[in-house]
């Protein structure tokens, strides 16, 4: 299957620590990438190739990989980090791939 | 500056055609692929494939396949997503990215991401 699954809703306390997932068989060979959406703004890459930050992205936010689960972490989470994310992976060799359907990430 | 400039919003009719374009500027397309993603109003970000600019070689999502079409353009830095017959399904926001591309050196994969994002084109087919 070439779907990937997150959290619909995450919540965070302003300066602490969260981690958003998501779940999927193409995870097992492909490294996730994600992006942030803020309302009313175009999405932007903040990790790719699994723990690699584009430059200009935040040191608070760090990424990793286990079996079919990619995860991105925000250590010490502020209040611009409140948006959508979404991971995007598939499959190289068919050239499929897909976004997972996003988590909200609320910053209290 | 590194950006890329998509074209502007677009009102039309059920049936219509449209052509819409993204542009890069300070930065190439050359050497890679170009995707394209649709928004619905509220909801979340789909891929619906892409186009490696310099062959005009396109990939799509079965989604997509047979109702929209990319084209590029390397001379002028360039790619388009074309409908011949619009649907009112077809409203939403556009995006097209820079797609970058790391090799493995530890297997045959290659891992894809979309790097420059334009600023979306919103797209309303209504009668």
């Known amino acids: 299957s070439s779907e990937l699954t997150q959290d619909p809703a995450v919540s965070v306390a302003l300066g602490a620590t969260v981690t958003i997932t998501c779940q999927g068989d193409?995870?097992?060979?492909?490294?996730a990438s994600w992006y942030q959406q803020r309302p009313g703004q175009a999405p932007k890459m903040v990790m790719f190739?699994?723990?690699m930050r584009p430059s200009g992205i935040p040191r608070r936010f760090s990424g990793s990989r286990s079996g079919n689960v990619a995860s991105l972490t925000i250590t010490g989470a502020q209040a611009e980090d409140e948006a959508d994310y979404y991971c995007h992976s598939g499959d190289s060799k068919s050239y499929q791939y897909v976004f997972g359907p996003g988590t909200k990430l609320t910053v209290l | 500056e590194v950006r890329i400039e998509q074209s502007g919003a677009e009102a039309k009719k059920p049936g219509e055609s449209l052509k819409i374009s993204c542009k890069g500027s300070g930065i190439t397309f050359s050497t890679y692929w170009v995707a394209w993603v649709r928004q619905v109003p509220g909801k979340g970000l789909e891929w619906m494939g892409m186009?490696?600019?310099?062959?005009?070689?396109?990939k799509y999502s079965p989604s997509f396949q047979g109702h929209v079409t990319f084209s590029a353009d390397k001379s002028t830095n360039t790619a388009h997503l074309q409908w011949t017959s619009l649907k009112a399904s077809d409203s939403a926001t556009y995006y097209c990215?820079?797609?970058?591309?790391?090799?493995?050196?530890?297997?045959?994969?290659?891992?894809?991401?979309?790097?420059?994002w334009g600023n979306g084109t919103a797209v309303t087919v209504s009668s």
């Open positions: 186009i490696f600019v310099d062959y005009s070689e396109s």
């Open positions: 190739d699994v723990d």
């Open positions: 990215a820079r797609s970058a591309v790391t090799e493995s050196s530890t297997s045959s994969y290659s891992y894809y991401r979309m790097d420059v």
């Open positions: 193409s995870l097992n060979n492909d490294y």
